[in-house]
């Protein structure tokens, strides 16, 4: 690897392009690695792809060898998270620590569980009872473990569900702006007047981005900054106000999910997941502000940036 090229990405879904387009944009040279070899979108200038397999202990020190920092974004099916995630994350701690670099990891919020409505912050116990939440909590427990031992150095930064350029598979994905745009019906879940926290992706990444350069993020896990929590209802009425048209939304429960999940595995997934809908969804994240600011997108010019991005895809509103 270049001796120029010292931020390496693990996984080129969503985060991982949004965590290159913020490197990029500061003027830093970036290596995105994937299993394929293949991006669905020309790479910026002073980006490279190489073709690695992050379950192979081996190949994550090869690809990340004179590394200063490694992000951690590649993840297997929603739906084979219990299986395949926690295997991913030692041979990604084995690889980095034979490299030396830091490791950045972007994680969700599922470890908590419910809080009842009470607002989330880092201090809450991991205390869910999914398998998906167990799984995230267990792969956290894994990476501070290894930094606590003197393995590797690690800081994790959390997101509540995330909506922006280039995220289709999210509750704020393709099902609401895709179908908004071709003026289908919107599919939500839980209750739409209940407050939830979403993030913008972008916002995500620079906060990523900012952990991975301040030595004090390190060892301990971060809630990244989102702009101001709205009900799911009033976040509809921000899309509609952007694409001048209204929306129609039904919002699916239980037993649609898992009538879904019969021929779509990952929605079915989604079911033991409905407690974040039926709740206030609340995400603390002063613990991150008050040592590293905040910078947030309003979600206007959020939700502005990415009805932009659907329609650059063909997805226009229809006459």
């Not at 989604?270 to 603390?284: A, I, K, L, Q």
């Amino acid at each position: 690897m270049s001796k120029q090229v010292k931020h390496v990405i693990l996984g080129t879904g969503q985060l991982g392009l949004a965590i290159m387009d913020e490197l990029v944009a500061a003027g830093l040279p970036v290596k995105l690695v994937n299993r394929s070899g293949r991006v669905n979108e020309p790479l910026p200038a002073g980006v490279i792809l190489e073709t690695a397999d992050a379950t192979n202990p081996d190949e994550v020190a090869r690809v990340t060898a004179g590394a200063d920092v490694v992000f951690f974004c590649v993840q297997p099916a929603y739906h084979q998270w219990p299986e395949k995630f926690p295997p991913l994350t030692a041979s990604i701690i084995e690889g980095v620590s034979r490299s030396g670099a830091r490791l950045v990891f972007g994680d969700n919020l599922y470890m908590y569980g419910p809080t009842n409505g009470q607002p989330i912050h880092e201090d809450l116990p991991y205390a869910a009872e999914t398998r998906k939440g167990k799984t995230r909590a267990q792969m956290a427990n894994m990476l501070l473990t290894a930094h606590e031992a003197g393995k590797i150095k690690v800081t994790i930064g959390r997101a509540s569900d995330f909506y922006g350029p280039r995220v289709t598979s999210s509750m704020a994905g393709a099902m609401l702006f895709e179908a908004a745009l071709q003026g289908k019906t919107v599919n939500l879940t839980g209750d739409l007047n209940l407050p939830h926290t979403i993030t913008y992706i972008r916002d995500f990444a620079h906060a990523l981005v900012t952990l991975s350069e301040n030595e004090a993020a390190y060892g301990r896990t971060w809630h990244i900054p989102s702009a101001e929590t709205r009900t799911q209802t009033d976040f509809i009425k921000l899309v509609e106000a952007e694409i001048g048209r209204p929306i129609q939304v039904w919002a699916a429960g239980k037993w649609i999910l898992r009538l879904i999940g019969l021929f779509n595995p990952a929605a079915g997934e989604v079911v033991e997941m409905m407690y974040e809908f039926n709740e206030p969804f609340v995400v603390d994240h002063s613990q991150y502000t008050a040592v590293f600011g905040a910078k947030v997108t309003p979600h206007e010019q959020a939700i502005r940036e990415t009805v932009a991005w659907y329609q650059r895809q063909g997805e226009q509103v229809p006459a």
